[in-house]
């Protein structure tokens, strides 16, 4: 492989997905979520980028919250060499770039980056490689390329790049940067031709990104220079300097650099791209019966054409309805018209306001060490039912408001209780009394599952003082909610 044509793929992990609201939440955003196949968002942007033939492992930027959700899903696919670049705050993603980049540097090199969010979908793979090849003579000469969607329909969700004059590969210069469009201007836009959908997908050269983020938005390029180099190693991921970052000016590549720069170029893209933005553009996205219907899970449908019907975990039936979608989660359902896809937003904005817990986590909620269902809560109890890995364990740590009871269901569990350790097999229990040190360890090779009865005045989840950790959590000295 020429040194000089190497292709680090940088896939953005951020991104919150209101708009997929109920499957998708604040601690598991749409990213992760097999929304259209048996892969995760996440996972099909990996091995999109893994078919390209110069690329090497891939950098991946992601929020200290989704860290270990990030990293599972990349080794799920065969990616256990990823570099992980934690933000502790979200910035848009110029900032994230310039990290990507100077992480990128550190060993004295200049390589060609490539910028992928990752919860796009793109079915045709060999036409995203084939543009993407495209774009690598202006980018080694010193363009910054972004990749314009061919345009199927006049869409007023995207922005707008115009084409300028032919330049190096299959390459143009751009023209100019619209904004989202009215109906009217987008249709004009496809009439005229030579308009393409803004992807957010960038090519470019390392050290010409730095060079025009340094001259068109200097306070972010000190800012994350700043945090980079005061930043650490923690297990597999590289920490960014907080203070530093959070001085940082939050800012989209777009507005930091590509409106400003007089290096942009633009190659286009018809690869049956979709930003994946809301529910009716899952929709579109998914293979449908001769009726229009995408079913996913245990549905039925009678007399129902050109809607879309998701029951995550119980039977779910529609019937003379058209043009519509249902989404259940184990706690909340969604029904709404297709064509109000976008009114989503609304309802999530008012679920966060009255401060339910269904706008940021699901009632399974994911952990490095496996997961954890909460089954059922009251006055001064909590049942959950949870779930670890073969080898993995949790924290040893204590709670100063509440008592335990497991119970184990299926698999063996090592437990540490006080100055005691013992082993506990199916339909085995023990008590853990408030204020005693403990730890539960799956020493198996099946996943344990156990149920953990929780009685107490306070059930939070950041009543846990950690004495140690395999997953670099904060200890005894620094509590941590929500870990």
Not at 61 to 83: L, Y
Not at 181 to 208: C, H, T
Not at 261 to 280: H, I, N, Y
Not at 290 to 313: P, R, W, Y
């Amino acid at each position: 492989m020429d040194a000089s044509t190497v292709i680090i793929p940088v896939v953005l992990c951020g991104g919150s997905g209101t708009r997929l609201w109920p499957l998708s939440r604040e601690g598991y955003p749409k990213q992760f979520l097999r929304l259209l196949g048996e892969r995760s968002l996440l996972q099909d942007t990996l091995l999109r980028a893994r078919a390209i033939p110069d690329a090497v492992s891939p950098i991946l930027v992601s929020n200290h919250a989704h860290r270990f959700m990030v990293a599972e899903q990349a080794r799920e696919v065969g990616i256990h060499d990823a570099a992980l670049i934690l933000e502790p705050h979200a910035r848009n993603t110029a900032p994230a770039a310039a990290a990507a980049v100077l992480h990128a540097m550190a060993a004295g090199k200049d390589p060609l980056l490539l910028l992928l969010p990752a919860d796009h979908a793109i079915r045709d793979t060999q036409a995203f490689v084939q543009a993407i090849s495209g774009g690598i003579q202006a980018a080694q000469d010193g363009a910054i390329v972004t990749f314009g969607i061919v345009p199927t329909e006049p869409a007023t969700g995207y922005g707008y790049i115009k084409a300028g004059a032919p330049e190096a590969g299959a390459a143009f210069g751009v023209s100019r940067f619209v904004e989202k469009p009215s109906r009217k201007i987008a249709e004009q836009y496809l009439s005229e031709g030579g308009y393409f959908w803004n992807s957010g997908m960038f090519l470019f050269r390392a050290s010409s990104y730095l060079a025009e983020l340094e001259s068109h938005a200097p306070q972010i390029c000190k800012s994350v220079q700043a945090a980079v180099s005061q930043g650490h190693q923690d297990l597999d991921f590289f920490r960014l300097h907080a203070d530093s970052f959070a001085h940082c000016p939050s800012d989209s590549i777009d507005y930091a650099v590509m409106e400003h720069t007089k290096r942009a170029c633009l190659v286009p893209m018809a690869a049956q791209w979709s930003d994946v933005g809301s529910w009716d553009s899952v929709w579109q996205a998914s293979d449908k019966s001769e009726d229009g219907n995408v079913a996913v899970g245990d549905v039925l449908m009678h007399q129902t054409k050109d809607s879309l019907i998701h029951a995550s975990h119980r039977l779910v039936a529609v019937a003379g309805l058209d043009g519509v979608m249902v989404l259940e989660t184990s706690d909340a359902v969604l029904v709404l018209d297709r064509n109000k896809a976008q009114d989503v937003k609304a309802l999530v904005e008012r679920v966060r306001k009255e401060e339910r817990s269904e706008a940021t986590e699901h009632r399974n909620v994911y952990r490095p060490w496996g997961a954890y269902d909460s089954v059922d809560s009251g006055d001064r109890y909590q049942v959950k039912r949870i779930t670890v890995k073969p080898g993995a364990r949790l924290s040893l740590q204590m709670h100063h408001h509440r008592a335990e009871h497991w119970i184990v269901v299926k698999g063996t569990a090592r437990v540490t209780r006080g100055e005691k350790t013992f082993l506990l097999t199916e339909n085995q229990s023990t008590y853990i009394p408030l204020g005693t040190l403990h730890r539960l360890e799956n020493v198996g090779k099946i996943p344990l599952e156990l149920i953990e009865v929780q009685s107490g005045a306070y059930l939070g989840e950041d009543d846990i003082v950690r004495f140690d950790d395999n997953y670099g959590r904060q200890q005894v000295t620094d509590l941590l909610k929500h870990e």
